[in-house]
């Protein structure tokens, strides 16, 4: 029941800006949009979130679109070290209760190359 | 500052074994909680607490027990260990009661367990 869809895998040369696409057309109105990256054999890594409004931090922009229905995270000048798999997430319901959980897909591949 | 520990790295169990799984972490943050990751699939989620004394079920919770104590612990119990559970198991913690919407606070993970189970 994935609720996100990004492509599995990306490119992007040293230097360069590495924007990866996500797709959320079922997001609710006030649910936020996160990404996370996970750098091989490593735990998940925050990145960034936000809810309608672009975003940026010291890692990474964040763009939605007005309809809320896709966002594209921006590493302004991709390093190797930012080779990992980039999980763009939503939250669900997922019992009775008021309680939300992290629907974590596949995530995309991002390969960083000299 | 260590954030999330989780022991051991690595461990090998035969099926029948019982092992807890250890997560610690020295942010104060009240909720924890576990999650596996396994090839093909996305991290799911097993057990989660929103403060020291409450835990509640995930979506893959057959199998796993866990307690909360105190804020900074959160032990995963296997108590008859089975080939379907092996694999990489996360412990993550956040401020505030993520789950409840109430704060869209960011979660910080552990670097894993990774547990075979022959």
């Known amino acids: 029941d994935a609720k996100t869809t990004q492509p599995t895998s990306m490119d992007c040369a040293e230097g360069r800006a590495a924007n990866l696409p996500c797709n959320h057309s079922t997001i609710s109105g006030n649910e936020y949009v996160y990404w996370y990256r996970q750098i091989h054999s490593q735990g998940p890594q925050y990145i960034i979130h936000?809810?309608?409004?672009?975003e940026t931090n010291e890692m990474a922009s964040l763009i939605i679109t007005e309809d809320r229905k896709s966002s594209t995270l921006i590493l302004p000048h991709a390093t190797l070290r930012d080779t990992a798999v980039y999980y763009c997430?939503?939250?669900?319901?997922?019992?009775?209760?008021?309680?939300?959980?992290?629907?974590w897909g596949l995530g995309t591949s991002l390969a960083v190359n000299p | 500052n260590a954030g999330v520990t989780q022991t051991p790295k690595f461990q090998v169990l035969k099926t029948g074994q019982s092992m807890t799984l250890q997560c610690a972490q020295d942010?104060?943050?009240?909720?924890m909680s576990w999650y596996r990751q396994d090839p093909g699939m996305g991290l799911r989620l097993i057990h989660y607490s929103v403060g020291a004394g409450i835990t509640d079920q995930g979506e893959v919770p057959n199998g796993y027990n866990v307690s909360r104590s105190t804020t900074e612990d959160f032990p995963l119990r296997l108590l008859s260990a089975a080939p379907s559970q092996t694999s990489v198991y996360f412990c993550?913690?956040?401020?505030?009661?993520?789950?409840?919407?109430?704060?869209?606070?960011?979660?910080?993970f552990g670097d894993g367990t990774r547990l075979s189970i022959l």
């Open positions: 942010m104060n943050h009240e909720y």
């Open positions: 993550a913690s956040s401020p505030g009661i993520y789950h409840t919407g109430g704060r869209n606070q960011p979660q910080h």
């Open positions: 936000g809810l309608k409004n672009n």
């Open positions: 997430i939503v939250r669900v319901a997922f019992n009775a209760g008021n309680n939300r959980k992290l629907i």
